[in-house]
Nanobody, 113 residues
Framework: QVQLVESGGGLVQAGGSLRLSCAASGLKFVIYSMNWFRQVPGKEREFVARIDWGSGRTSYADSVKGRFTISRDNAKNTMYLQMNTLKPEDTAVYYC??????WGKGTLVTVSS
């Protein structure tokens, strides 16, 4: 069974930083890419960042570009999201995803002002 487990969420002041991790296990397939999404209650889940597992090529939502950095450790099947210069608008539950339908349970990031 595929399992994705996020960690690293917490409470931080605006302007601060957090580093999220997503550990994948039980994979029966090669990872092509992994994604971070986030969701605020009452709103749609939105794409945050993607990394191609082989090449390391990345893409970001405009709202986080320049502040967030996605990376991966292939040997550990682990993905990271370094979040800098956090804003209150970044407050959300952050989810790890392997497209299309593998999801973690999420980790809550709360940014206070």
């Amino acid at each position: 069974q595929v399992q994705l487990v996020e960690s690293g969420g917490g409470l931080v002041q605006a302007g601060g930083s957090l580093r999220l991790s997503c550990a994948a296990s039980g994979l029966k397939f090669v990872i092509y890419s992994m994604n971070w999404f986030r969701q605020v209650p009452g709103k749609e889940r939105e794409f945050v960042a993607r990394i191609d597992w082989g090449s390391g090529r990345t893409s970001y939502a405009d709202s986080v570009k320049g502040r967030f950095t996605i990376s991966r450790d292939n040997a550990k099947n682990t993905m990271y999201l370094q979040m800098n210069t956090l804003k209150p608008e970044d407050t959300a539950v952050y989810y790890c995803n392997i497209s299309p339908n593998y999801w973690g349970k999420g980790t809550l990031v709360t940014v206070s002002s």
